[in-house]
């Protein structure tokens, strides 16, 4: 079948949910993705941040190799070794104490509701119900993770969603302590935010969040499940400020491309929880926690997370000169290898051209082209990313 078969049949048959780019990907090696024409595409998006060491990595084949040799599905009525040492390694990686697993990372959130709102019912506080995110959010699609996300185009649509939830200014403290109270039961927050835009958490809001939280008696949640594994160049991009939460979920990069969510949590939280009271038939499986525990173990190397921040530096470099080359781009934010240019021209209209320059780039709103290339990319890759970054925005100069 040819490319504009396919196009065809997934118009036919499959939700147009989705704005899809027009070709069809086949196979991947590195940071390289081809179409089923045979062109070359640099992923500077990892399949939103997912696979962070790549496509068609040795480290996870090998994973895979073993996995399938063991046991698929087990259910969570049974011990098994593979979610076992998931949980150990996760825990010594961090603050937590327990894990609980999930598939994705909007059941994460889930979950971290779900706990928050427990954890205050065993304090004997039964009314304390209050959930509070914050602008720019984005916890995911499920009805309560949406419920936390700020977005008004993904929110309307189902409304009403559940009650009790409020939203702050991201990065503005008095708007924070104007919205957290002694009803608070949890605040969510992402210590980097992804899809609102690429911007990190200033030192002062997040340290300002825990004092909050400690004095209203309220959990305090990071959501890493974009910023987390490496991506800002610590394992969880917390552990570059002095604060840690009660609660972090994790999601996307964890299974290297295999659907896998935590929620780390502290002993005082873990204790609230009783048998029965949360659950998943998939979750935590064998197959897809011997994968995840070996992208763990490799991306939480120290060598491997240094070069993360070199390269994370040499990227920020290069995009900063890519400002006086060109008249599309106002200024840059990120971190590690998490950058967001912010745009005077649409940023849809450079994702939608960057693949003609054989480039893969994603977006954070309407302003902010996002970047989040796999960690194993190379600086000989970056230069590349960059050249066709800069390829894309000339041409889209010429065009106006
Ligand atoms: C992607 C994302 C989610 C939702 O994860 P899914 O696996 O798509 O459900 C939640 N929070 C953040 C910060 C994300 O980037």
């Given at each position: 079948m040819n490319t504009q078969e396919i196009i065809e049949l997934e118009k036919q048959y499959i939700m147009q949910t989705y704005k899809r780019a027009d070709f069809v990907l086949e196979r991947g090696e590195g940071v390289w993705l081809y179409d089923t024409v045979g062109r070359q595409y640099l992923d500077a998006?990892?399949?939103?941040?997912?696979n962070a060491?790549?496509?068609h990595s040795e480290v996870i084949s090998q994973?895979?190799?073993g996995a399938a040799e063991g046991l698929l599905h087990t259910a969570n009525l049974y011990y098994t070794v593979p979610q076992t040492l998931l949980a150990r390694d996760l825990c010594q990686s961090c603050f937590a104490d327990k894990v609980f697993f999930s598939n994705s990372g909007t059941e994460a959130n889930e979950g971290a509701f779900k706990f928050a709102r427990k954890?205050?019912?065993?304090?004997?506080?039964?009314t304390k119900t209050g959930l509070v995110a914050f602008s720019g959010s984005f916890h995911g699609r499920t009805m309560g993770a949406l419920a936390l996300t700020s977005t008004l185009k993904y929110r309307t649509p189902f409304e009403p969603l559940i009650g009790d939830t409020t939203f702050g200014e991201f990065n503005n403290l008095d708007s924070a302590k104007a919205v957290i109270n002694d009803h608070t039961c949890g605040?969510?927050?992402?210590?980097?935010q992804g899809e609102g835009g690429v911007t990190p958490s200033s030192p002062e809001f997040l340290a300002g969040l825990r004092e909050l939280c400690h004095r209203h008696n309220a959990l305090l949640i990071f959501d890493e499940i974009q910023c987390g594994m490496g991506r800002t160049g610590t394992l969880w991009a917390h552990q570059d400020y002095s604060v840690t939460p009660d609660i972090m979920t994790s999601a996307k990069s964890l299974g290297g491309g295999l659907p896998i969510g935590a929620i780390l949590v502290t002993e005082a939280v873990a204790q609230t929880l009783q048998a029965g009271e949360h659950g998943s038939t998939f979750a935590g499986?064998?197959?897809?926690?011997t994968v995840a525990h070996a992208v763990l173990n490799h991306i939480q190397r120290p060598e491997f997370l240094a070069e993360v921040q070199a390269k994370g530096a040499y990227l920020a470099e290069k995009l900063q000169n890519l400002i006086s080359r060109t008249s599309s781009i106002a200024s840059i934010r990120?971190?590690?290898?998490?950058?967001?240019?912010?745009?005077?021209?649409?940023?849809?209209?450079?994702?939608a051209a960057a693949p003609q320059h054989g480039l893969l780039v994603?977006?954070?709103?309407e302003k902010i082209v996002r970047l989040l290339p796999p960690l194993i990319i190379t600086e000989a890759e970056i230069d590349l990313l960059v050249e066709r970054l800069f390829n894309t925005l000339l041409w889209l100069e010429g065009q106006r």
């Open positions: 998006g990892s399949g939103i941040a997912v060491l790549g496509h994973a895979i190799k954890w205050a019912k065993a304090q004997g506080n039964p605040v969510i927050v992402e210590p980097v499986g064998p197959f897809v926690c990120g971190k590690g290898l998490m950058w967001g240019l912010v745009c005077h021209i649409p940023a849809a209209e450079v994702m994603l977006v954070a709103g």
